[in-house]
């Protein structure tokens, strides 16, 4: 076996498992999962009839760069939705459909990555766990940029030594952040590339949340706007990942896309033809329904805004908590600075079940950045989120006895 197997960590999911394992919450309360990053809205009605409408087509063995359709939705929703006007996106060269933005974080990993000696993949921490993951079962070295409240919960790009830049071959950025909720302004994002540039490495853009915003005329900027503004016309070293989970609450049909640069897309898709992962062709029509309509889009972005509205009164009151510029996450720090007793306790008094912080951060040079944090998902409907949030405001206020 891959010796490097041994190396990947539990998910954070086992670990709370394991942790609430033998917990007995009170038979009264229902249930609250507020723990996984997964939408519970209403899917859109026209994603649902395509699929129904094209479920004869499964009878045909889908072409792995996407139907023609799919890929030119894709690209006239990234010029209208992320790029300055005249900007372009050719959906020939630039655009692949993937299974969802953790399959593609993945295997970009694997077809990127030089095996080296000293090869580093620059992420985020805390992070999404795949981008470790997949550094590591490509041979290279997960190089941690903390974002803490000393760094306004952003990577702290510029304390990174040149030498170590110089080893880098990916950084991975999210913004909208998981689990901070911060965005990356256009600035950031072009100093990114021009240390990419200096230190020739690559930038993996994860934007899975990029639909999910607080100020309705402020959405947060995309590497390929930071790109094209920078006079990167072919989006060079640029590779932005999105998904159909988020911005239109379907996480089961596993949709998404990858765009950027074509001379990383192109040896990219030689990778993806011999990893197996074509999807289904109703999933792409369906898709392509999905990626044209911006209606249904606006409507859940609505109910996310509505859920932190209310439940924001609720909570700031007991926690040191602040309002994220995107996605659906709170990130408080708890009195105390234990998250995981925090959150072992809530689940025993109250039914609800959040994630520790540290669950989802490595801890290097001893220290965790996310120890003293938990990470509440507001997912539900919004009288559910309520409900929580006025259960965790009681635990709170009973001392968690």
């Known amino acids: 076996m891959n010796p490097d197997l041994d190396r990947l960590q539990a998910y954070p999911f086992e670990r709370l498992s394991a942790l609430l394992k033998g917990n007995a919450p009170p038979p009264g309360l229902a249930p609250i999962g507020m723990s ?8 859109p009605r ?25 890929r030119e939705a894709v690209a006239r929703m990234l010029e209208r939705r992320w790029l300055p006007e005249g900007a372009t996106v050719d959906a020939e060269t630039m655009v692949l459909p993937v299974n969802g933005t953790r399959e593609a974080l993945f295997s970009f990993v694997q077809a990127v990555v030089a095996r080296r000696s000293g090869a580093r993949v620059a992420m985020p921490n805390p992070c999404y766990q795949i981008y470790e993951g997949a550094a ?37 950025l999210c913004s909208p952040g998981n689990p901070t909720g911060r965005t990356l302004s256009l600035d950031y ?24 915003y ?42 998404g896309f990858v ?29 392509a329904v999905a990626w044209q309509d911006d209606a249904h889009v606006v409507a859940n972005r609505a109910l996310y805004r509505e859920k932190f509205a209310r439940v924001l009164p609720i909570l700031q009151p007991v926690l040191d908590l602040y309002r994220p510029d995107g996605a659906f996450y709170l990130w408080p720090q708890v009195e105390g600075g234990d998250d995981v007793g925090f959150t072992q306790r809530l689940h025993a008094q109250q039914n609800l079940t959040i994630l520790p912080g540290s669950y989802l951060a490595r801890e290097h040079d001893g220290r965790n950045p996310g ?16 409900a929580a949030a006025e259960r965790i405001r009681s635990f709170i206020l009973g001392k968690h006895s």
């Open 371 to 386: 120890r003293g944090r938990v990470r509440i998902s507001l997912v539900a409907g919004v009288d559910e989120c309520v």
């Open 189 to 212: 994002l072009q100093h990114a590339l021009a240390l990419a540039e200096k230190h020739d490495f690559v930038i993996a853009a994860d934007e899975c949340y990029a639909e999910l």
């Open 36 to 43: 996984i990053g997964e939408p519970r809205h209403a899917p």
């Open 259 to 287: 765009a950027g640069d074509p001379a990383l897309i192109k040896p990219y898709l030689l990778y993806r033809t011999y990893h197996g992962c074509a999807m289904a062709i109703p999933t792409q029509l369906a898709s």
């Open 214 to 255: 607080d100020d309705e005329s402020q959405p947060p900027p995309s590497l390929l706007r930071a790109a094209w503004q920078a006079g990167r016309r072919r989006y060079e070293r640029c590779m932005v990942f999105h998904s159909l989970s988020k911005r239109s609450s379907v996480p089961g049909l596993r949709s």
């Open 136 to 172: 590591l079962l490509a041979g290279a070295e997960p190089l941690y940029l903390d974002t803490t409240a000393t760094t306004r919960f952003l990577p702290d790009l510029d304390a990174v030594p040149a030498a170590v830049w110089d080893r880098v071959q990916l950084l991975f």
């Open 46 to 70: 026209l994603v649902l009839d395509s699929l129904a409408a094209n479920l004869h087509q499964l009878g045909s063995y889908p072409a792995t760069r996407g139907l023609p359709a799919l």
